[in-house]
């Protein structure tokens, strides 16, 4: 399984940013893709992830209303759709994907065992 990101860049408060993750290598449905970010000194923490089989959603609440996951089955990709961007946003964002089905607790770093390089996105006036 491969996995990369893109979609980073520099962005004003308030403004908008798209991240695209591409994944190659799943053999079926039966896996979990999340948007995880890290922002210096701190913990990776999960942001937006999605369950491929059953579509459910997980959005971490200091991003709830302003972000959104989506995917694209025909372009085998993964969006995060990012607005009202706040400088506390600012980190590397990686995506990741594990396998299983009817996972609860989709935010959980250590259900992911592949994972992208990491994009930067940066919120600053």
């Known amino acids: 399984v491969q996995l990369q990101a893109s979609g980073g860049g520099l962005v004003q408060p308030g403004g908008s940013l798209s991240l695209s993750c591409a994944v190659s290598g799943l053999q079926s449905d039966n896996y979990i893709i999340g948007w995880f970010r890290q922002a210096p000194g701190k913990e990776r923490e999960a942001v937006s992830c999605i369950s491929l089989n059953d579509g459910r959603t997980y959005n971490g609440d200091s991003v709830k209303g302003r972000f959104t996951i989506s995917r694209d089955d025909a372009k085998d990709t993964i969006y995060l759709q990012m607005n009202n961007l706040k400088p506390e946003d600012t980190a590397v964002y990686y995506c990741?994907?594990?396998w299983g089905t009817g996972i609860r607790n989709l935010h959980l770093a250590e259900l992911y065992d592949y994972w992208g390089q990491g994009t930067q996105v940066t919120v600053s006036s």
């Open positions: 990741g994907a594990g």
